[in-house]
């Protein structure tokens, strides 16, 4: 009885140590993963890079995984000089990845190894096909054409981009990414990665450089706001003397008229009063001389006159009438 509870003991043991070790030999890959089996620190066969449901042998083989997607690379901003002494910080990204997980493993390790070999070549490559490049070809695509805004654009920066502008681009920015592509592409597969895609993300003057563009630009601004103010202020003197000399010759043409119409209207009261005068002399100085009392003779006036003065003849023959028939 007691040999048999052993017997089952062992074949429990047995039993356990059979199932772990199933476990353990068992290991699945999904879509997006690929491995390479280490045994004892060394890899042993092909990668594996089929999803699915693998073995290896349990305790002694290790599965190391590596990732099968696309991987993003993102370089630091490097002050590079181009060809023509000009200093500008460029921004590059690249897409890439892992083609060969054997080579990866032994070559670069893991993606952070993997990262600090890529920012060697990347930058390495980036840097030496920008200094040997015109900034001009860097910043334009040999297909563009300047449009009117592009020229209204530089003439506010100044004559040296207007200049830049003007320059001919013989294989422009397209082709220079193309380049720097295919050289940092053949240094990939020594590490076992496939590089897929590489793209400058900024281009831009260094600080420095920047801070002096800068001002050119503003002070080109400045000296475009003076020139245009003072061509208002010119036309505004001009418009302002034209107003003038127009005004004076509508006062001047005004006066004019108005003496032609004061002159006529004297003449005409000069000839009505020759004419009253002619037709009733006595009339009329009896009529001019009762105008001028209202003007002489106030409320507060006071004359001293004899009886016999003629200017009060045609008061003192004035008759009151006393309501009788005489």
């Known amino acids: 009885m007691q040999k048999q509870q052993i017997n089952l003991l062992i074949g429990l043991v047995l039993a356990l140590a059979g ?175 496939e590089l897929v895609d590489i793209r400058i993300k900024r281009i831009d003057y260094v600080e420095a450089v920047q801070q002096r563009v800068f001002d050119r630009m503003i002070a080109e601004r400045q000296r475009i706001a003076e020139q245009f103010r003072a061509e208002g202020q010119g036309n505004a003197a001009e418009i302002d003397g034209n107003t003038e000399r127009e005004l004076a010759e509508i006062r001047s043409e005004a006066e004019r008229q108005a003496e032609i119409i004061r002159g006529e209207a004297d003449a005409e009261a000069t000839r009505i009063y020759s004419q009253a005068f002619g037709a009733d002399p006595e009339f009329y100085a009896f009529l001019r001389t009762l105008e001028s009392y209202p003007n002489t003779v106030g409320p507060s006036s006071t004359l001293i006159l004899g009886t016999d003065s003629e200017y009060f003849r045609y008061l003192r023959d004035i008759r009151v009438p006393t309501g009788r028939n005489d």
């Open 19 to 193: 199932i772990i070790g199933i476990v353990a030999s068992i290991y699945t890959l999904d879509e997006a993963e690929q491995a390479v089996i280490v045994q004892l620190g060394a890899p042993v066969g092909d990668p594996v890079t089929e999803p699915g449901l693998h073995f290896k042998l349990p305790f002694i083989q290790e599965v190391r995984r590596f990732d099968k997607r696309v991987i993003s690379w993102d370089g630091d901003p490097n002050q590079i000089p181009t060809r023509g002494e000009q200093f500008i910080s460029v921004d590059t990204t690249a897409r890439w990845r892992i083609a060969d997980p054997l080579v990866f493993m032994q070559r670069v390790q893991n993606e952070r190894g993997a990262t600090m070999r890529l920012n060697d070549i990347l930058d390495s490559v980036v840097r030496d096909k920008i200094s040997a490049t015109d900034l001009v070809e860097i910043v334009r695509s040999k297909d563009w054409k300047i449009s009117k805004d592009d020229l209204e654009r530089v003439q506010v920066a100044g004559e040296e981009d207007e200049e830049i502008l003007m320059q001919e681009v013989k294989t422009g920015r397209e082709e220079l990414v193309n380049s720097i592509f295919r050289q940092a592409a053949s240094q990939m597969p020594e590490m076992g990665i």
